[in-house]
Every structure is written in C-alpha cells, then in structure tokens.
C-alpha cells in the first residue's frame, strides 16, 4: 500500500484516459516533469527499498530518468540510464537486449556499457509505466546477464490490467508500484483498491 496519495489525485486531476488502454500523463510525467511530485516519488521508492543494500538505480530513457534520479538522490547512489539503440552495436563494450513495444509496435535494442555495472551490484529497476512487462524484463535480462542482482523493481504508474505485474510476481521479483489502475475508458480512470 501507498503512501503517495498525491500521485493517484494527481493522475485524477491531470491525466486523460484517451481510450481503455493509454493513460496520457504528458502534463507531469512524459513531457512536462512536475519535480516535487517526482522528489516524492523518489521518498517513496527510497524508503520501501532502504533494507536491501542497493548499490545502483537503473532506468529505462527517456521518462524513467525523473523518478530514477531522485530515488538515487535518496538512496545515496549513482543511476544509471538503459539506452534504447536502433540497432545492434558490434563490439564486446556494451550489454544487449532486444525489447519489442506493444503499446508502440516498436523494437530497439536496449544497452548498457559493461563499465557501469558489476557483478556485485544489487539493483533497483525504476520505470513510468508498466503495461506488459516487456521493458521491465529487457532491463532484468540485462542485469542478470551481467551477473547482477535484481534487487527490486519500483513503478509509478501500473496498469494492473494488463500482464506485467503478474509476470513479475511471478518470476519473483520485489514489484512496487506507486499506482495501480484498474481499469481505464474514455473518461474513467479507477485505481486499484488496496487494504
Ligand atoms: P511494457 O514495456 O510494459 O511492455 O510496455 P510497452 O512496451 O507496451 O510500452 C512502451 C512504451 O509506452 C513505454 O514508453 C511505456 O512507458 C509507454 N506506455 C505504456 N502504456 C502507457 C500508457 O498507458 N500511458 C503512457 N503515457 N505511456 C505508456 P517508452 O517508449 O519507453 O517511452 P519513454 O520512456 O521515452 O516515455
């Protein structure tokens, strides 16, 4: 359960449900950046992730750099940016992966230079959104192929009705999204209702 009730009025009040699957948030997220609510965001993930040795915060460019940095601000490490590339880059530097988008029909190879991780780090995967997982697990694929450890994945914004979240529980992983919507339609956005 959440502390941040801030960001569930905040999606209320400013965010548009364009159709029964995209949230727009371009207003405080994706496009303008409110920093207090991302400094908040950051206290929150810092806090439920403070007991479990975290040596890095990762993210996915361009919208998880926000939340990402102020968590690391908090956790008192460095963060790291995961590099979308159009294409595979041919040398033995970099880690990738490749991610296919559905939301966006998209692929890219996600990349992470080998000089900014190592094998002892535990991380922590911060990201926007999760809808089907497909980043979140590009990221992990990543980190454990590096020998790493996945320490925990934090989320702002959860669409709980499409499959991401389960396949991380399911896999095992330490999930903690700061909303969780339900259901969304034209109109109508309800959030997950957590005791
Ligand atoms: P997945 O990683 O969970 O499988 O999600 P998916 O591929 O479907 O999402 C691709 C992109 O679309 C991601 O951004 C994700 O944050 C974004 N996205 C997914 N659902 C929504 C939504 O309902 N609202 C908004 N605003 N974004 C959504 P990206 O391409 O990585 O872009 P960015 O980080 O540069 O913004």
């Known amino acids: 359960m959440t502390d941040l009730k801030e960001l569930e009025a905040k999606i209320l009040s400013e965010g548009t449900a364009i159709n029964e699957t ?3 948030v371009d207003c405080f997220l994706n496009h303008q950046v409110d920093p207090f609510l991302m400094q908040r965001v950051g206290e929150e993930f810092a806090e439920y992730y403070k007991d479990k040795g975290i ?5 996915i460019e361009s919208s998880g750099i926000a939340p990402a ?3 690391a601000i908090k956790l008192n490490v460095p963060m790291v940016i995961l590099k979308k590339q159009q294409s595979k880059i041919l040398n033995g530097d970099v880690y990738q992966t490749k991610v296919t988008s559905f939301t966006k029909g998209t692929s890219y190879e996600l990349t992470l230079s080998k000089k900014y991780i190592d094998k002892d780090d535990k991380i922590l995967l911060i990201d926007d959104f999760l809808a089907n997982g497909e980043a979140a697990f590009g990221g992990i694929r990543l ?10 994945v934090g989320i702002v914004i959860e669409k709980s009705f499409q499959p991401g979240r389960q396949r991380l529980d399911d896999a095992g992983y330490d999930v903690y999204s700061l909303a969780r919507v339900k259901r969304l339609a034209e109109g109508v956005i309800e959030f997950v209702e957590e005791v």
Do not use: H
């Open 22 to 24: 995209v949230l727009k």
């Open 55 to 59: 040596t890095k915060v990762f993210t």
């Open 143 to 152: 980190i454990e192929g590096a020998g790493a450890t996945v320490s925990g």
């Open 69 to 71: 940095v102020m968590t």
